[in-house]
């Protein structure tokens, strides 16, 4: 089974306007953590929220978890062109043998 | 100062070639990783080691071989490299399941 799976695909939005993304789970996890990737490079961290957490913040970016859901959402707010780049979640669990799995990302271009 | 770094970045070899990434990571983490994605920028996880033990190995060919030296260390091996190998590889690292993961900035390997 798979975890970390983001939704849209693909999004498109104009400079200037907010770009949401959701990631849904699948089974208990300690926390969840949001990446970006930009085209050609590996993956940097941008947040990590933790289970017993609902929201977080850093700068321009809002991530919400909905732990009765399986669910979480990162915001970006007043999107720049630099924030063209895929977005990918991932989560944690406990126990050694926990998998750790992302999903396909989402694509997301700003438009200047 | 990288903190996970991965050699070499480009790999471009023909098939039935054996081949081998390094990666290092200095963040004194305990836990390193090996993924593969695909084109479709898909992320999945191949390897896991603890403390140079193996403690998760995904549905991987057994042409794939990871070696942990020390924990610092996880290097990749393959055998009898094929075209549907070619793909950009991964190294990443974390601490327990307290922090996120740091990655490497991939190798892009493309078999001919």
């Known amino acids: 089974s798979q975890q970390g799976e983001e939704d849209p695909q693909a999004l498109s939005i104009q400079e200037g306007e907010n770009a949401t993304m959701n990631c849904s789970y699948k089974?208990?996890?300690?926390?969840l953590q949001w990446y970006r990737q930009n085209s050609g490079r590996g993956l940097v961290h941008l947040i990590l929220i933790r289970s017993n957490e609902r929201e977080k913040h850093s700068g321009r970016l809002r991530v919400t978890l909905d732990t009765s859901k399986k669910s979480s959402s990162l915001l970006i707010t007043a999107s720049r062109a630099a924030d063209t780049a895929s977005y990918f979640c991932?989560?944690?669990?406990?126990?050694?043998?926990?998998?750790?799995?992302f999903g396909r990302g989402t694509s997301l271009i700003v438009h200047p | 100062d990288t903190a996970v770094s991965q050699t070499p970045k480009y790999l471009v070899t023909q098939m039935g070639n054996d081949k081998s990434i390094k990666c290092e990571q200095n963040l004194g983490h305990d836990t390193m990783y090996w993924y593969k994605q695909d084109s479709k920028k898909f992320l999945k996880i191949m390897f896991s080691?603890?403390?140079?033990?193996?403690?998760i190995n995904e549905t991987v060919p057994n042409r794939f071989s990871p070696k942990s030296p020390d924990k610092a260390h996880l290097n990749l091996h393959i055998n009898s490299l094929e075209l549907g190998d070619s793909a950009v590889y991964f190294c990443?690292?974390?601490?327990?399941?307290?922090?996120?993961?740091?990655f490497g900035s991939g190798t892009r390997l493309t078999v001919v």
């Open positions: 991932a989560t944690d669990g406990t126990g050694g043998s926990y998998i750790p799995t």
């Open positions: 990443a690292s974390s601490q327990g399941g307290n922090g996120g993961y740091t």
């Open positions: 080691y603890n403390n140079k033990e193996l403690i």
């Open positions: 089974t208990s996890i300690n926390n």
